[in-house]
């Protein structure tokens, strides 16, 4: 099904190199490692914060509210990043800016967000976020590194890595993570909310949201990540959707990212 043909080091080179990696970073301190896992977000649980969570191979990920997150066998990339807690916002797009940079580094050309925390290439959504809060804040990415083939219910909207034509290891690809999530927890908000509007895929396109149990359609005018989306309905009304209460349910990228 994959065509996936990168050399990909094995599960003692993944621990060389991560716990080499960690002993760099300011904000964590221990790794969990394994083979195969059904999701490093369950496995995340408990941990304490400055845990690093992966394996080689997940194979029941959970994406946004409760849906599966498609794992590309060993073409895919899961992490979850254990943190103290805070503003889920805040999080959610801190995530997205500390991933688009990490794939960035290796792709030479820009990367878009999709509000509140898709990460957008050519199109097609490559890498997305999950956080879930209690005690601790539990930050779990997955990166579609190496998938070149997708199931039906996916094809028009998942891309990889591969199909944008950059080409790199899974490890490669979560050490970089690993630098660009421990450096994004440094940042003031400030720059976070910049960093992801400078990537930003919906301003200015009509996208279709769902506010308070009822369907809106608009144009984007302006994204404020932590507050929310003002948008312009087709009757000129101007109408504020607040982000604690607000989901996308059919975007209209205006980016080429």
Same mark, same amino acid.
């Given at each position: ?5 990168l050399? !990909? ?13 960690i ?20 496995c995340?649980?408990g ?23 498609f &794992? ?20 959610? =797009?801190?995530?997205?800016?500390? %991933?688009?940079?990490?794939? !960035? ?8 967000? $999709?509000?509140?925390?898709d990460? =957008?290439?050519?199109?097609r $959504? ?21 998938? %070149? &083939? ?5 094809r ?9 034509g ?18 994004v ?8 909310? %910049?960093?992801?509007?400078?990537r ?7 996208? %279709? ?7 809106v ?13 003002? =948008? ?15 989901r ?10």
């Amino acid at each position: 099904m994959w065509r996936w043909t990168l050399s !990909e080091p094995g599960l003692r080179d993944w621990e060389f190199a991560l716990k080499a990696r960690i002993a760099r970073c300011q904000h964590f301190q221990h790794l969990v490692l394994y083979e195969s896992m059904r999701s490093t977000q369950d496995c995340a649980v408990g941990k304490p914060p400055g845990t690093v969570v992966t394996t080689l191979h997940q194979y029941a990920g959970r994406g946004q509210r409760g849906r599966h997150w498609f &794992s590309a066998a060993d073409a895919g990339l899961a992490a979850t990043f254990v943190l103290p807690h805070s503003l889920t916002r805040e999080r959610s =797009i801190g995530a997205a800016v500390a %991933t688009a940079h990490a794939i !960035e580094s290796h792709h030479g050309r820009p990367v878009g967000i $999709k509000w509140p925390n898709d990460i =957008i290439m050519d199109g097609r $959504k490559v890498a997305g976020v999950l956080i879930e809060q209690s005690a601790t804040a539990l930050i779990g990415i997955g990166i579609n590194v190496g998938a %070149t &083939s997708w199931p039906a219910s996916l094809r028009d909207q998942a891309g990889s890595l591969e199909d944008a034509g950059c080409s790199i290891s899974r490890l490669e690809m979560l050490e970089t993570l690993m630098t660009a999530v421990d450096a994004v927890e440094s940042w003031p908000i400030e720059r976070i909310v %910049t960093s992801f509007q400078s990537r930003d895929v919906l301003t200015g396109g009509w996208s %279709t949201f769902s506010d308070r149990g009822s369907r809106v359609k608009g144009r984007v005018c302006t994204i404020d990540p932590i507050r929310g989306i003002e =948008i312009e309905m087709k009757c000129g009304e101007r109408r504020f959707l607040d982000a604690s209460t607000t989901r996308v349910i059919q975007a209209g990228l205006v980016s080429g990212r």
